[in-house]
Each structure stands twice: as C-alpha cells, then as structure tokens.
C-alpha cells in the first residue's frame, strides 16, 4: 500500500466502517500520541490523559458505522476528546463554583482555539492570587465566591459590618483582576462572568 494515498483518513475510515481492525490500529497510531498530548495539556494528569485516549477510541470503534468520510476525522476525534476534558473539568471544578459558571457558559466558545485553552493553570493561578490575600479577606472571599453567602449573612457570622464585608469583596476583585489583567483575551472572560454583578447582597 502506498501510505498517502491509501492511508489517507477517509480511507482509513472508509475501511474502519467496513469493521476492519487494522484500519482502526493505523488510525490510532496516528492520532494516539496528539491525542494524548491534547488531554495533557488541560488536565496537567497523565492518568487522566490516559484515561481520555482509553475513551475515546473505544468510542470510535463503537459508532465506526455511523463515521462519514467526506468529513474532517481529526475534527470528529477531537471534538469527542474537547467534550470528554471539559466533563472531567467541570468535575474537578465542581467545588469551586465561581469557576464552574465560567466553564459551563464560555468554554465552549473557546473550543477550536487550542492554544488559548490551560484552563487548568487558569484555575491554578487564580486560587493562588486567592491564597496570597490576608486571611479575613480571603475568608470573605471565599464565603461569597465558593460558599455563595450573601453579604449579610456573612457579617453576621463574622462579626462585621456589611459595609466592611462589601468593601473587603471589592478590593479582593480589585487584587484578582490587577494580577491576571492583560494576561490573555480568555482571562478577561473569565474576569467578567466571575465578577460582573455578583456582590450577593
């Protein structure tokens, strides 16, 4: 066989439908180890990125009679990849809810853009600036942004006044935005689903 005109995908793929297993082998040693690095990236977990290969040509192999051979297969794969990382981000992100509202609503805009995608570090990096702030305001933070307490209840179970509450939240996004502004147009997105109206009051 001469490979680039008979290993061409839609060949590959031509013969996968036809329940050929060495079609199957030939395509996921083209794509395994891009695939592999792809998950990698987001989810910063080898086991995880291994987890996602095991997926998703089990997957392929499983609706092989419904692929299509006048379209993109690298886009088929990766867009059954991209969907497996953004379920297994949202699970890891699931405690920190601010976070979660950012995945859920803009993620998706975001999908054919792989360079701008480290969620992961993204993530990282903001509850390190979160990490970094004095310790009664990092607490008031997280009261609001994780536990989702109003200001109110906040200060009721604080001590405080709610006007020393809000002005802690204020400048704590006044801290998170000044440290990750300019770093990247998906940062500013995330920037404003996280901060734009929500004072909990």
Request: aromatic share 12%; hydrophobic share 40%; charged share 30%.
């Amino acid at each position: 066989m001469n490979f680039k005109t008979d290993h061409t995908d839609d060949n590959l793929v031509a013969l996968l439908r036809q329940n050929d297993e060495h079609a199957f082998k030939l395509l996921f040693e083209k794509y395994g180890i891009p695939l592999y690095q792809f998950s990698l990236k987001f989810l910063k977990d080898k086991e995880d990125a291994e987890d996602v290969l095991n997926e998703v040509f089990p997957k392929i192999w499983e609706n092989r009679q419904s692929l299509k051979t006048n379209l993109s297969f690298h886009s088929y794969l990766f867009t059954i990849a991209y969907n497996d990382i953004r379920q297994r981000f949202i699970k890891k992100s699931r405690e920190e809810k601010y976070i979660r509202i950012f995945t859920e609503e803009h993620l998706a805009a975001f999908s054919q853009d792989e360079d701008q995608l480290d969620y992961y570090s993204f993530v990282k990096r903001v509850n390190e600036i979160i990490d970094s702030l004095p310790p009664r305001r990092k607490e008031i933070f997280i009261l609001s942004y994780n536990d989702e307490l109003k200001n109110e209840k906040i200060a009721k179970m604080l001590g405080l006044s709610e006007n020393f509450v809000r002005k802690q939240l204020s400048i704590a996004r006044k801290c998170i935005i000044d440290k990750i502004k300019g770093n990247n147009h998906l940062a500013g997105i995330l920037l404003i689903s996280l901060f734009a109206g929500q004072e909990h009051d």
